[in-house]
């Protein structure tokens, strides 16, 4: 099982091992305050990417794209699929809206196995 959540909301113990997937450390709150098992920033969409982007609904399909294409030679997507298949996997990210984010995007990668 493969989950996303905002690395501002608490962390439950169904949450298994909690991953961030940020590239930049999520403003105003202090490693301890995450509670992330690891800080996974080589998986997160490059910065001109990430810029590109700007979070506007009407680009999303096309930063999926080539958000995945990036991923197609990133090793760390190999490690996050191992670990989804070992146990409850949280990816959490900073991003508001988490339908239009990397991490909904990563989830679905690593929910297809």
Same mark, same amino acid.
């Given at each position: 099982?493969?989950?996303?959540?905002?690395?501002?909301?608490?962390?439950?113990?169904?949450?298994?091992?909690?991953?961030?997937?940020?590239?930049?450390?999520? @403003?105003? #709150? /202090?490693r301890a305050a995450v509670a992330c098992d690891e800080w996974?920033?080589?998986?997160?969409?490059?910065?001109?990417? +990430? &810029?590109?982007?700007?979070? $506007?609904?009407? $680009?999303?399909?096309? *930063?999926? +794209?080539?958000?995945?294409?990036? #991923?197609?030679?990133?090793?760390?997507?190999?490690? #996050? $699929? @191992?670990?989804? &298949?070992?146990?409850?996997?949280?990816?959490?990210?900073?991003?508001?809206?988490?339908? *239009? /984010?990397?991490?909904?995007?990563? $989830? &679905?990668? #690593?929910?297809?196995?």
């Amino acid at each position: 099982m493969v989950a996303i959540k905002r690395v501002y909301d608490p962390a439950a113990p169904q949450d298994g091992t909690r991953v961030l997937v940020d590239g930049l450390w999520p @403003r105003g #709150l /202090s490693r301890a305050a995450v509670a992330c098992d690891e800080w996974r920033r080589d998986i997160a969409p490059s910065a001109a990417l +990430r &810029k590109w982007y700007g979070h $506007r609904p009407e $680009r999303h399909a096309e *930063f999926e +794209r080539r958000y995945r294409a990036e #991923l197609a030679a990133n090793e760390g997507l190999a490690q #996050l $699929r @191992r670990q989804a &298949k070992e146990g409850p996997l949280t990816l959490l990210t900073a991003t508001r809206d988490l339908p *239009f /984010s990397h991490a909904e995007t990563l $989830r &679905k990668l #690593l929910s297809r196995g």
